[in-house]
């Protein structure tokens, strides 16, 4: 089995770019953040707490989020291949044998990732210390290190993760009937660990907040070390239950989209029921996304406006804290829109047989593209609206506490730009990747 790994990487490079591209990106982020800590070794006082705090608290929110896409990407991956899976089983292979497979193929993406994103993670490094350079929060002659430390985690995060990963869904597949595997459905029935993990961030979250409005009341902008965690962790408690949303959706508007929507109204929900599973792995970088950037960007604002009421001059340690926001924001816009982009696209080029049955049976490409297009659709509202409501585990606790209201200061074009921008990056993605697929002759799309 891990000479047939070794092989189906080299035939078949294509389906596994979406997972090397999540692995990469994760492993660099992981690994530039850590430098910090190797920075941190030769220095003393502010500068070192300053280092510290950037590689703990940004990378440790980092972390979760790549640790999150890694294994939301590869077990999607791992899905699309369950014929795959079926045809492999009928001709003998055992689930031990597969999930060997599987977790070989991932081992292999890891490492490699891992060791590629080297390099731009230097680069990525030098810039993070060159930005706390220019705020004057670490002196200009702290020279940049990346050492143990960074290479360690980086390769070692992302190697746990990726097999992890991969033997959880491999087990699933490989213990699947074979029949029920060809049918390549994708309920995305939720699971009870599944649901475990994910109430158990939203307590986190809730726990969060009440120590924000109770502990925290009194503690000026320090709130922000508690709230501005509040909205992550309910973030992903939200992505984890995504099947469970998106068929409830789903299944509430399957009505008013089959009558008001015409055939690509009843393609987009016929689709969407039938690969629950692939349609939540999309939603979620749209909900990491609005929920992380909505509750950070507003938190912000509130505290600005606070210490403006206040009177208060921005010391050192206010424009470290928002330094530090304002690094989350572009990690997260980068990390979740490359996310969203990959996972789209990755989502879409396995659909290319299924376009092609579709349009053998009578539909047009542009009735394709207008299923597409109400997918999209709907694929932002439920990601906008569960990111905002994550948003509120940050934006409601500290606004009390800040400005004496659950309201936060801020104009409402904040969160305008924000669900324009994850619109746009849906509509465009899945657009564009969709067109590239229809080119092809539905004959051969069929027979691919």
């Given at each position: 089995m891990t000479a047939l790994a070794l092989r189906s990487l080299r035939k078949r490079t294509g389906a596994f770019t979406a997972s090397f591209l999540a692995l990469f990106l994760g492993a660099t982020i992981l690994m530039a953040f850590a430098s910090m800590l190797d920075t941190a070794s030769g220095t003393s006082g502010a500068a070192h707490e300053t280092l510290v705090t950037m590689a703990s608290v940004v990378g440790g929110w980092g972390l979760l989020l790549v640790v999150f896409a890694v294994t939301s990407t590869l077990t999607l991956s791992v899905r699309q291949r369950s014929?795959?899976?079926?045809?492999?089983?009928?001709?003998?292979?055992?689930?031990?044998?597969?999930?060997?497979?599987?977790?070989?193929?991932?081992?292999?993406?890891?490492?490699?990732?891992?060791?590629?994103?080297?390099?731009?993670?230097?680069?990525?490094?030098?810039?993070?210390?060159?930005?706390?350079?220019?705020?004057?929060?670490?002196?200009?002659?702290?020279?940049?290190?990346?050492?143990?430390v960074a290479v360690s985690?980086?390769?070692?995060?992302?190697?746990?993760?990726?097999?992890?990963?991969?033997?959880?869904?491999?087990?699933?597949?490989?213990?699947?009937?074979?029949?029920?595997?060809?049918?390549?459905?994708?309920?995305?029935?939720?699971?009870?660990?599944?649901?475990?993990?994910?109430?158990?961030?939203?307590?986190?979250?809730?726990?969060?907040?009440?120590?924000?409005?109770?502990?925290m009341r009194d503690e000026g902008?320090?709130?922000?070390?508690?709230?501005?965690?509040?909205?992550?962790?309910?973030?992903?408690?939200?992505?984890?239950?995504?099947?469970?949303i998106v068929r409830r959706a789903a299944s509430v508007l399957a009505g008013p989209l089959r009558r008001f929507g015409g055939v690509a109204g009843d393609?987009?929900?016929?689709?969407?029921?039938?690969?629950?599973?692939?349609?939540?792995?999309?939603?979620t970088p749209v909900i990491l996304f609005t929920g992380i950037a909505v509750g950070t960007l507003y938190m912000q604002s509130t505290e600005n406006s606070a210490a403006a009421a206040a009177g208060i001059v921005k010391t050192s340690e206010d424009r470290n804290i928002e330094t530090l926001n304002f690094v989350v924001i572009g990690m997260v816009v980068l990390f979740t829109a490359i996310m969203l982009v990959n996972t789209l696209v990755a989502a879409t080029a396995h659909r290319r047989r299924e376009f092609g049955q579709t349009r053998l049976a009578g539909a047009t490409p542009r009735q394709v593209m207008g299923t597409?297009?109400?997918?999209?659709?709907?694929?932002?509202?439920?990601?906008?609206?569960?990111?905002?409501?994550?948003?509120?585990?940050?934006?409601?606790?500290?606004?009390?506490?800040?400005?004496?209201?659950?309201?936060?200061?801020?104009?409402?074009?904040?969160?305008?730009g924000v669900v324009a921008l994850a619109a746009v990056l849906t509509g465009a993605t899945a657009a564009l990747s969709t067109r590239r697929v229809l080119r092809a002759p539905a004959i051969e799309a069929v027979s691919a």
């Open positions: 014929a795959e899976m079926a045809l492999l089983k009928s001709v003998g292979a055992t689930p031990a044998q597969l999930t060997r497979m599987i977790t070989g193929e991932a081992a292999v993406l890891a490492v490699v990732a891992s060791l590629l994103a080297v390099g731009p993670a230097v680069l990525a490094g030098r810039a993070l210390l060159g930005l706390l350079h220019d705020t004057g929060q670490v002196p200009g002659s702290v020279p940049h290190a990346f050492g143990p985690m980086g390769v070692g995060i992302t190697f746990v993760s990726a097999v992890g990963a991969a033997l959880l869904t491999a087990r699933r597949l490989a213990r699947g009937r074979i029949a029920d595997t060809l049918a390549e459905t994708d309920s995305g029935r939720l699971t009870r660990k599944r649901a475990a993990f994910a109430w158990f961030f939203f307590a986190v979250a809730l726990g969060e907040a009440v120590v924000t409005v109770t502990v902008s320090n709130a922000m070390a508690t709230s501005g965690q509040a909205d992550i962790f309910a973030a992903l408690g939200l992505a984890l239950l995504a099947p469970a393609l987009a929900v016929t689709g969407m029921l039938r690969r629950t599973g692939a349609t939540a792995a999309a939603v597409v297009a109400v997918e999209s659709a709907l694929l932002t509202v439920i990601g906008v609206v569960c990111g905002s409501a994550a948003s509120l585990f940050t934006i409601v606790p500290f606004s009390l506490v800040r400005v004496d209201s659950p309201v936060p200061e801020g104009g409402v074009w904040t969160y305008v």
